[in-house]
Every structure is written in C-alpha cells, then in structure tokens.
C-alpha cells in the first residue's frame, strides 16, 4: 500500500521561513503534489515534483529526493494567510496515474 | 463557470436516507475524482472518472455509496441508506489529464 507522514502542526511568525517534511512508502512513485487548504475552503494546488531537487514559485518552494522518499515544502516570508492545512499527495503506478494519496495535513499556525 | 461547483453546499439528512450529490466540472476536463473529507483529517479518495466510466472505484467504503458520470461531464454520488459516519465534507475535483487537481468547495454532509 501506500503511505505519507507529515507533522500534525507547525507554528512560526509572520516573515520567519518554515519547512513542512512529507515522507512516503509506495512503489511505482510517479511524483509528490503539495496542496494548501484553508479552514471551510478547497484544497487548492501548490506544486508538482515528478524529479530530484527543488521547484521555486514564489515564496514557495518543494523539494523532492526520490531515493529518500522524501520532499518538503518550504514558506518563505510567511504572512498572516498562508495560515492553513498544508497536504502532499503522491501519484504512483500502484494506485493508476491518475489517482492521488494524500498525507492527513500539516496545520501552519502563523502568528504576528 | 470558470470552476468546480458542487451542490447542495450543505445536506442535513437522516439516518437511513438516501442522498444525491452533484459535481460540475471544470468544461473540457476529461478526469474527475471524488473524495471524503472527515473534520481535521485528510483526503480519502473514493473514486475516479476519465471520461464517463470509472477505472478506479477502489476507494468507495461499502456498496451503499455509488457514482456516475454522464456526457463526460456532471458527476452525481449517491449514498444509499445513509448512516452516522458518513457524515463530512465531500470533495470533487476535476483535471485534464494534468498533474494539478481543482477542488470544488464541497457538500458537508451531516446525518442525524
């Protein structure tokens, strides 16, 4: 089967950086999505790695290491909004290309 | 419309009921996908459409819950016999054929 760990919480304050780990078991992986929810919204997506390093958009950041079955996400400049659930999803061979699986989130509590 | 819409936004039932759900997609997008949202939890994936047929169904709980697809396009969930547990949000989202899923706001669903 598969599976994805990621912490329950995270705190910093506002303009700090924070880093939220994901680390995965399947096979066939095929790349790791990360996906922000605020609370009573849709998950709306961040970003995709399907190879090895890091993908910069802004002041986010992921990075994934396919032989440690391993990425992160990484919030820079942090605000007030990017208080929310953060998600990473896998997409593998076993589970059809198509289907995500998520991780059960990481809350980021950003305080002033 | 320019997203993912879903109705009724909110559905309070009673144990033993049956429920429908809708999703419209976003026009044009050929994969859609349907998911379960419990309070503070993560995303279950219940089941996947490309096209009108569904090639993956692995994720629907028991056989009271059922789906389909017309035209490629709205998508309808169905619980039959509704119980306590099914209560949550529920998710759909579309895509095309991409890396990147668009969320609709969700049904939450409670039985009574």
């Known amino acids: 089967g598969q599976s994805l760990e990621q912490p329950s919480e995270v705190t910093a304050v506002e303009g700090a950086i924070v880093q939220i780990n994901c680390t995965y078991q399947?096979?066939?992986?095929?790349?790791l999505s990360w996906y922000q929810q605020h609370d009573g919204g849709a998950p709306t997506f961040l970003s995709y790695?399907?190879?090895?390093g890091l993908e910069e958009t802004g002041r986010f950041s992921s990075f994934l290491s396919r032989s440690d079955s391993y990425g992160y996400l990484l919030l820079q400049e942090l605000q007030m909004k990017d208080s929310a659930s953060y998600f990473c999803?896998?997409?593998?061979?076993?589970?059809?290309?198509?289907?995500?699986?998520f991780g059960t989130g990481t809350r980021l509590l950003v305080s002033p | 419309g320019a997203g993912v819409s879903q109705s009724p936004s909110n559905k309070v039932t009673e144990k033993g009921k049956d429920v429908e759900l809708r999703c419209d997609p976003i026009?044009?997008?050929?994969?859609l996908y349907w998911y379960r949202q419990s309070l503070g939890q993560g995303l279950e994936f219940l089941i996947y459409?490309?096209?009108?047929?569904?090639?993956?169904k692995s994720g629907l709980p028991s056989d009271r819950f059922s789906a389909e697809r017309t035209g490629g396009s709205v998508s309808t969930l169905t619980i039959q016999r509704t119980q306590q547990e099914d209560s949550a949000v529920y998710l759909c989202?579309?895509?095309?054929?991409?890396?990147?899923?668009?969320f609709g706001p969700g049904t939450r669903l409670t039985v009574l």
């Open positions: 459409f490309q096209g009108n047929s569904a090639p993956d």
């Open positions: 989202a579309s895509s095309l054929m991409g890396n990147e899923q668009f």
């Open positions: 999803a896998v997409r593998s061979m076993n589970t059809g290309f198509q289907k995500l699986v």
């Open positions: 399947t096979s066939g992986f095929y790349g």
């Open positions: 026009s044009g997008h050929t994969a």
């Open positions: 790695n399907a190879l090895d």
